[in-house]
């Protein structure tokens, strides 16, 4: 009789995120809030005004992501025939976010996207927007290759490992080829 430590049918699953967790319920919150303004809005001033408030912000949204695609296609055609390296976003990418939230229905929704088409808002979104991403991307680099097999032993507290050889199709059937062992003939049950 053999003893060690107890294995479970099923493994702990990793720990979801925070943002998977409250993601979905921070969408239903502004759907819920979206909503009830428009439906106020409708009492206030009547079904035809929140539909025209509605077509304004599609057609509005529209025009802002076609300029701003266009001025950043421009942007990037002038870097390349110049044979440099194409800039910075220069806010086109926010401006396009800008467009986008002003075509979604909805009030709210609107009032971010005219927010985003302000230059000073753009830069301070910007400028944490890129903060953020350098702050992550060094993150990243910072870890080596026996950091994310240590992180990858960690989730299988049994340490188990399944020793194996990895066969190709391309290898003439079985066997590794060109190293010089005998073909192993495949595993079966």
């Given amino acids: 009789m053999t003893t060690g430590a107890p294995t479970h049918p099923y493994p702990a699953r990793p720990r979801r995120s925070r943002l998977r967790r409250y ?17 106020v809005v409708a009492g206030a001033a009547g079904g035809f005004t929140v539909f025209l408030l509605l077509v ?20 990037l055609n002038e870097a390349l025939q110049r044979g440099a390296p194409p800039s ?21 929704s609107d009032v971010l996207g005219l927010l985003l088409l302000l230059p000073p808002v753009q830069k301070v979104v910007g400028g944490h927007a890129e903060r953020t991403v350098d702050r992550k991307l060094r993150a990243a680099a910072s870890g080596s290759l026996g950091d994310a097999f240590q992180q990858a032993r960690i989730h299988r507290p049994d340490g188990k490992v399944v020793q194996g050889e990895v066969i190709r199709d391309g290898d003439q059937g079985y066997g590794t080829g060109d190293t010089g062992r005998e073909p192993r003939p495949p595993l079966t049950r």
Avoid: D, H
């Avoid at 993601?23 to 439906?39: D, F, M, N, R, S």
């Avoid at 599609?58 to 701003?68: D, E, F, N, P, Y």
């Fill in 56 to 75: 304004a912000g599609l057609v509005l949204g529209s025009v802002v992501i076609k300029r701003a695609g266009r001025r950043a296609f421009q942007n």
């Fill in 23 to 39: 993601l979905p319920l921070g969408l239903a919150a502004w759907l819920v809030l979206e909503i009830w303004l428009l439906t």
């Fill in 88 to 108: 910075r976003g220069g806010g086109n990418g926010l401006m396009m976010l800008g467009g986008l939230l002003l075509m979604i229905p909805g009030l709210v």
